[in-house]
């Protein structure tokens, strides 16, 4: 069974594939670093995660993080990375399980 590590891992991939398809993968890392940067004041739980060259890295203290907090990051990035589009590329590279957990702690595709 994943975590929400797992789930929040996948999620942030999920983006990178899909800016990625159109660009790169080191513009799609660029992207994700500078939603970190804007927003990382708002939500310290960024502060979780990290990316480095094209990996994600998501410290384990998130395990014992508020799914609610976890929520208003994840809808916050989609929101802020547009989210007709983002949300469909987002939808197409997450597994039902991920899905389901996402809409479960709040966050709608």
Do not use: Q, W
Not at 13 to 18: E, G, N
Not at 36 to 50: E, G, S
């Amino acid at each position: 069974m994943k975590t929400v590590d797992d789930v929040t891992k996948d999620f942030l991939k999920s983006i990178l594939v899909a800016i990625s398809k159109n660009s790169s993968k080191s513009y799609g890392i660029c992207i994700l670093k500078n939603l970190k940067k804007r927003l990382i004041k708002d939500y310290p739980l960024f502060k979780l995660i990290k990316f480095n060259n094209s990996n994600i890295e998501i410290d384990a203290k998130i395990l014992t993080a508020n799914t609610n907090d976890i929520s208003k990051l994840l809808n916050k990035i989609i929101n802020m990375l547009g989210p007709d589009i983002l949300k469909l590329f987002i939808k197409d590279h997450l597994d039902n399980y991920d899905i389901k957990y996402l809409n479960s702690i709040g966050v709608r595709f």
